[in-house]
C-alpha cells in the first residue's frame, strides 16, 4: 500500500498529463534538473519548460524540454537529506496559465530555486519530507505541477 500524498498542482489546465513519469513507485527522488525559459505561446513569461528527475533505484525520466539554450539548474540529495519546505509558484485559478517556479529548502539548510519570477506561491505539503516525484502536465512547457511526498 502507497504512502503517498500527492499535493494541489500550481498552473493552468493545459498539456498532456503525464501520468506516472515523475514518480517511481515510492522511490525516494536523488536528483532534479529543472530547465525554465519564455512560455511557448506568451514570451513575456518565464515558466518552467522540462525536469528530469533520478531516484535511488538508478531510475531517471524526464518531460518538457531540456533544451541547451535554456536556463538550467540541478541538484542531487544527500542520502540522509530531505526537504523540509517546498512552494511551488505558477498560475492559481488561471486554467491558461503554467508552472513558473520550483523551490524548496532541505534538512541539510540548502536551498534551490528553478523558473521564473511570476505566478501565484502554492505552498506543498511535505509530510515526513521524502520527495517520491511530480505529478503534471507538459507539451512546450510545464503545464501544471504537485509534488508527491512521502506522508
Known sequence: MSDAYHNQRVGGQGGTDWGSQLYDNDQKVHSI??????ASDAPQYTVLRGLRLSWNDGQERQVGHQD?????RGYTFDDDENIQSMTLHGAIGDPYGRADALE????????????????????????TGVL???????????????AIVQD
Open 104 to 127: 524548496f529548502h532541505t534538512t541539510k539548510n540548502r536551498d534551490f530555486f528553478a523558473g521564473g519570477d511570476g505566478g501565484g506561491p502554492l505552498i506543498q505539503e511535505v509530510g
Open 132 to 146: 517520491y516525484g511530480f505529478d503534471g502536465a507538459a507539451d512546450a512547457d510545464i503545464d501544471s505541477l504537485g
Open 33 to 38: 534538473d529543472a530547465w525554465w525559459g519564455p
Open 68 to 72: 541547451d539554450y535554456l536556463p538550467h
